[in-house]
């Protein structure tokens, strides 16, 4: 990834008014620009195919093809001819759904956020998906989860490619192996469980909770770098790409 450049990003929405402003506080920044902006899905996905941006702000609710079908459609698409990485998508919705959620991670999504979102958030998740990494709003990743522990995994399949044994070994239904609402917990731990300190567990628990990392600060009583630094380590040491996977895991293995 070649780190002098800017970010090229296309903005998908039906709303015109919508798209001007995301140009104007994109435009702003002197590490990004704007290189195309579609009205609907099915342009988004022609505009990723022959620009090759590095991500698109996506719409969900747009006529014609809507936004989770066309995030399918890019994060599928090879990298550039020219050594750009593949193209990764941001959700941006008014709507805080639990199906908008999970349809987003399933289609490939590298984040989920609301439209009301505070401009400078927008710009470091662009940054921080553009880096390799994921995002998701906090409010959704707390329901997240809590969808997750009360359908059971096994029905929403591998998030974001997964790093969690998805063999379907889950612990029989009972008092010993559920989480306290009748839902299975697995039996099973993944070994990159036990490489984790006590401390890192605390916070990966946190992140599964949706907390960011100044709440975990706040709530275990470390520095905001020190969080930094055990985050790093967790996301290493589990192999996961991103917080949702991350999430994800710690479910699996019976943290949450």
């Known amino acids: 990834m070649n780190k002098s450049r800017s970010i090229r990003v296309i903005i998908a929405d039906d709303q015109e008014l919508v798209r001007a402003g995301f140009a104007m506080v994109i435009g702003s920044q002197q590490d990004m620009e704007v290189v195309a902006q579609a009205s609907d899905g099915a342009e988004a996905v022609t505009m990723a195919e ?3 941006p590095d991500v698109v702000l996506m719409d969900v609710r747009m006529p014609g ?28 919705t008014t709507f805080d759904l639990d199906e908008y959620v999970m349809a987003a991670i399933n289609a490939g999504a590298s984040g989920f956020l609301l439209k009301d979102t505070e401009p400078e ?51 029989a239904t009972g008092a010993d192996s559920t989480n306290g609402i009748g839902t299975a917990r697995p039996t099973y731990t993944d070994p ?65």
């Open 65 to 92: 093809m809507d936004g989770i079908e066309a995030t399918r459609r890019i994060t599928s698409l090879t990298a550039g001819t020219d050594g750009t990485q593949p193209t990764r998508v941001i959700i941006l």
């Open 121 to 171: 958030t927008l710009l470091n998740s662009i940054r921080t998906v553009f880096q390799g990494n994921a995002i998701i709003a906090p409010s959704a990743t707390k329901r997240l989860i809590e969808k997750m522990m009360q359908d059971g995994y096994a029905q929403h399949g591998s998030l974001s490619g997964g790093v969690a044994d998805t063999t379907g070994t889950v612990g």
């Open 50 to 52: 022959t620009l090759h």
């Open 192 to 256: 990159e469980l036990e490489l984790l300190t006590d401390r890192e567990r605390e916070v990966l628990v946190e992140i599964a909770h949706g907390l960011s990392n100044q709440e975990i600060a706040d709530k275990l009583f470390i520095s905001l770098p020190t969080v930094k630094t055990h985050v790093a380590h967790i996301l290493a040491k589990i192999n996961a790409r991103d917080r949702v996977q991350a999430v994800v895991f710690a479910y699996d293995n019976g943290l949450v």
